[in-house]
Each structure stands twice: as structure tokens, then as C-alpha cells.
């Protein structure tokens, strides 16, 4: 291998397959040289053209530089902008080899072992997909509530996820609604191109188990969730639930979607507007782990289209944001916490251009909203502009299990 290959390349030629050799990794990207060169142009672009960073610098803060401003816009250049100019080569050789039909998954899904978890209680109860239809008819599933219904990302698992524990407290404060998480764990805890290309057939194994609970539970009940891998996973539900039952579920709602390897391409198409009635996106680490363009058909953008959000050093705090965020909105009273402005950008809201039509971000938001919504947030809890600290610090023991 040539020495102007990155050591950030060589790593991520291991994370997509690690049996590919040099000579196969040469013959699916033509040759080392390309793969250099994707990152090698973005790098001297960025270097090169005083206007790249100038239009960073100008899309982070408004005319009056505060110097809270000044340190974002300069965490932005320093810690965010070459993670995105990373991730865009990163995006085009995965999608290149996936196109190649160079990957294939060593670690297919098996339905059999797949499961739904009902978190309505303090105890979990697991049953498969396959027999949903006896966690349906359990004592503590309520088929008068709502069920939502959830899968996480890559490599986490249904019982080590910060996420479902935090979904499931804010869900038992509200009090009306049957919560579920999808165990799909085995099949999403491994390489991630491999977990990438089984979002599909995993997407097919939930609609299955979706055509059981429509039984006992009217489809207009019924809301999907994912975050990062689990938004493509549930995009993928919804339009298998379409070509099974010919009815459409509701909502989806996408919590920073998986952006590497997504949408490129004809391979990996991902979550899509269409795929429910009504799809919500909150992006949080745009165009790095996260996908920044939009689409759904409301699609938020809780501290602009930035790499790294409010109170964020890293891309994994960032990506984890949306769902902190949405997990906010949950509790009671909280549904307002997030005031969004239809526009393009960040600053036009910060100018006062965008005042005009507004929508709440999070659990609470109307089905009928559309577009593009820029709103600041704050970078530790309470983030929505529209919470307060008297507010958190009552509902932080609401929901909580006393054996937890």
C-alpha cells in the first residue's frame, strides 16, 4: 500500500471488511491512488480556498460575533470540519464497494432470534417477533394506549442502551403509552457495513412482527423510532408493513440517520419521506455519522446544519444528541421545549427572518408539519430553549424504577 494512504483509510478499509487484502481493496476503489485522492482533494480544497472557512466561520454565528460564538465557530473549523470532509470520502468509497457487490454480510438475521421487549413496567418482558402476538396479550400491554416502538443503532444492545433506559423512564412518566424496543442487537453489534446491509431483511422481520399488533392495536396507534442504523431499520418497516398489509404506519420518526453508505448509490436507499404517513427528523451530527440532508417530510436542525452540536467536542456526542433531545420532549409538559422556525438556515433565524411559521420539535409534533426547521438549543439539559431547570428537576424522579 502507498505511503500517501491515510491511517484514517486504513481503518476504515478494516471497518468495512477486514478480509479484504490490499490487492482486493485495490481492485474495488481502482486503486490506492483514488482512495488517497478523495481525501487528498477535500484536504488541499479546504486548504487551498480561503471561502470554505470563511463560510463555515459565517454559517456558525451572525454579525455580532458573542465570544460564545467565537468558540463555536472555531470548534467547528477545528474539531468538526475535518471529520466531514473524512466522512464524505468515507461516504463515496463505501458506497462504491457496496455498489460492487464487494461486501456482503457474514452475519445474516435469523427472525427466530429477534425480539420485541415491552418496557410499559419496570421489568422488561421479551418475546420474539414471531410470537408478538402473545406480548400483545400480555397483562401490562394496554391496547387502549399508544405503542411506540424503537431500535437503536450500530453496536449498541437492547439491554446496554442509555437510550431505550432513558425512552422507557420518560415514556413510564407519561403514563399513556405501551413502549417497546426491537432486540435486533446480534445483527447490528458487528462490523458496520455488514449491520448496514441487514437493515433491510431486519426491516422486513419488524413488519412481521407489526402484523400481529395491528390485531389488537388500531394501525393509527402505532409510531416508530430510530436512531442512527435503527432510523434506516424503521424506514425499512414501514414500506415491508405497506407491502404486507397495504396500510401505512402513521409516523417514523428519524433520530440523526445513518450517514455513512446510506443513499448512495442503488444499494442502501435508508429512511425516505413516504415510508409513513408523516416522517420526522432531528439531525444533531450532520454529515458525519449523521445524515444532513433532508428527508423526511419535517426535517429540524437543533443548532444548525453544524458537525457537532451545542456542548459537544466529539461526533459521538453529537450523533447521541437527537435522541437526548427527543427523549426531552416526552415527559409531560415538555412537548413545547423546542420552537422551530421554517428556513434555511440557522442565522435567518437568529436575524428574525424566520419567524413566520413555526413547529415544536420532538414527541409532541404535529403530523401535518413540513419542511426545514432551524432552532438554537442549549448545550446541557434542559436543551430546549423552552425548558427550565425547575422543570427537570421534578420529572427527574418521575418514571424512575426504585430497583434501577
Not at 89 to 102: D, F, G, K, M, V
Not at 151 to 172: C, E, H, P, Q, Y
Not at 210 to 215: N, S, T, Y
Amino acid at each position: 500500500m502507498k505511503k500517501f494512504v491515510t491511517p484514517s483509510i486504513l481503518i476504515f478499509l478494516a471497518f468495512i471488511n477486514p478480509s479484504l487484502s490490499f490487492t482486493s481493496v485495490s481492485d474495488v476503489f481502482g486503486s490506492a491512488t483514488k482512495v488517497g485522492g478523495y481525501v487528498a482533494k477535500d484536504l488541499g480544497n479546504l486548504v487551498a480556498s480561503p471561502k470554505v472557512v470563511l463560510d463555515k466561520a459565517t454559517d456558525v454565528g451572525t454579525t455580532l460575533l458573542s465570544p460564545a460564538k467565537i468558540f463555536d465557530a472555531s470548534k467547528q473549523l477545528i474539531a468538526g470540519l475535518p471529520f466531514e470532509v473524512l466522512a464524505s470520502a468515507i461516504h463515496a468509497i463505501c458506497s462504491q464497494a457496496l455498489s460492487s457487490n464487494a461486501i456482503q454480510p457474514k452475519v445474516l438475521p435469523d427472525i427466530d432470534q429477534i425480539q420485541f421487549q415491552l418496557r410499559a413496567q419496570c421489568q422488561p418482558q421479551s418475546i420474539p417477533l414471531l410470537r408478538a402476538d402473545e406480548m400483545w396479550k400480555m397483562a401490562e400491554f394496554d391496547p387502549s394506549k399508544k405503542v411506540v416502538i424503537l431500535v437503536t443503532g450500530w453496536s449498541t444492545t437492547v439491554n446496554d442502551s442509555a437510550s431505550i433506559d432513558v425512552f422507557a423512564k420518560a415514556f413510564r412518566c407519561r403514563g399513556d403509552v405501551n413502549f417497546v424496543a426491537v432486540d435486533v442487537a446480534r445483527y447490528v453489534d458487528t462490523l458496520y457495513t455488514w449491520s448496514a446491509l441487514n437493515t433491510d431483511i431486519l426491516g422486513k422481520y419488524i413488519a412481521e412482527g407489526l402484523k400481529f399488533l395491528i390485531d389488537v392495536v388500531p394501525v393509527e396507534n402505532i409510531h416508530l423510532i430510530g436512531h442512527s442504523l435503527g432510523a434506516h431499520i424503521m424506514g425499512a418497516a414501514g414500506r415491508q408493513f405497506q407491502e404486507m398489509t397495504h396500510l401505512r404506519i402513521p409516523r417514523i420518526t428519524g433520530l440523526d440517520p445513518a450517514n455513512p453508505c446510506f443513499n448512495e448509490g442503488d444499494v442502501l436507499s435508508g429512511l425516505m419521506r413516504g415510508d409513513a404517513d408523516f416522517v420526522d427528523i432531528i439531525h444533531s451530527n450532520n454529515n458525519v455519522l449523521g445524515k444532513g440532508e433532508p428527508m423526511g417530510d419535517a426535517d429540524f436542525y437543533p443548532g444548525g446544519l453544524k458537525p457537532l452540536a451545542a456542548g459537544c467536542l466529539t461526533v459521538g456526542c453529537s450523533h447521541e444528541r437527537a435522541w437526548q433531545y427527543f427523549a426531552e420532549t416526552i415527559y409531560p409538559d415538555n412537548e413545547r421545549n423546542f420552537e422551530a422556525y421554517r428556513c434555511s438556515s440557522l442565522s435567518g433565524v437568529e436575524k428574525g427572518e424566520c419567524r413566520f411559521q413555526s413547529a415544536f420539535m420532538g414527541y409532541g409534533v404535529a403530523n401535518d408539519t413540513k419542511g426545514n426547521y432551524f432552532m438554537m438549543v442549549n448545550g446541557n439539559p434542559p436543551y430546549g430553549m423552552g425548558g427550565s431547570a425547575q422543570s427537570a428537576a421534578v420529572q427527574e424522579n418521575c418514571g424512575a424504577c426504585p430497583y434501577y
